[in-house]
């Protein structure tokens, strides 16, 4: 699996395009369930679609801004985007948790659960670095491959949490899932981040 992704721009222009149709497809299932952290998990795959582009756009000669300079810069964005995210999903989990809404997760919202949980599955296998690749030029692609990983535990996350929802009927599982998965995005963000300017400082 990833077999047929030989060079690092193939890898992450496949990437892009799974975490694109992921992110349209758990924003429309957690708008049309109600479900807090089905939308949670879809604004965290927004800004895999960010980072991935960065990581993309390190692999090219962009307007003649040097690589070092765009990791630096994007460090600073996926803060200003990360922590403001987080904030807005653990307001709105606060307020649910107080008055937690019905919700009622059906067939199609585990189909696009597990085709998420699928999505990052693959794109973990195709991201995670050869034996060749522990020095590659560029780090975006390592830190893309940690963001990944943890966001295939928030889907994992999303997942148990419909199914509990079920099993117990109690719907504060859905918000109290979201602040986990807010917690989950800001640890994303610090270590992205860390290595991001960590690597720009070497």
Known sequence: MGGGHGTDKDRLWTVLKINIVVFIAEILSGYSSGILSMTTDGFHVMIHVFASIIALVSEYEFLKI???????????????????????????????????????????????????????????????????????????????????IIDTVGSVIVLIGAVEIIRTGNYSIDPISSFILAGLIVLAAIMMSWELIHGHSH
């Open 66 to 148: 040097r690589p070092d300079k765009i990791k630096l810069w994007s460090a600073g964005i996926n803060i200003a985007l990360f922590f403001p995210l987080a904030y807005l999903i653990f307001f709105e989990a606060s307020r649910r948790l107080q008055n937690s809404p019905a919700v009622s997760p059906g067939f199609i919202y585990f189909l696009v659960a597990i085709f998420g949980l699928a999505a990052n599955i693959y794109t973990v296998v195709i991201l995670k670095p050869k034996k060749h690749e522990h020095n590659s030029k560029n780090k975006n692609i390592f830190i893309l491959y940690i963001h990944m």
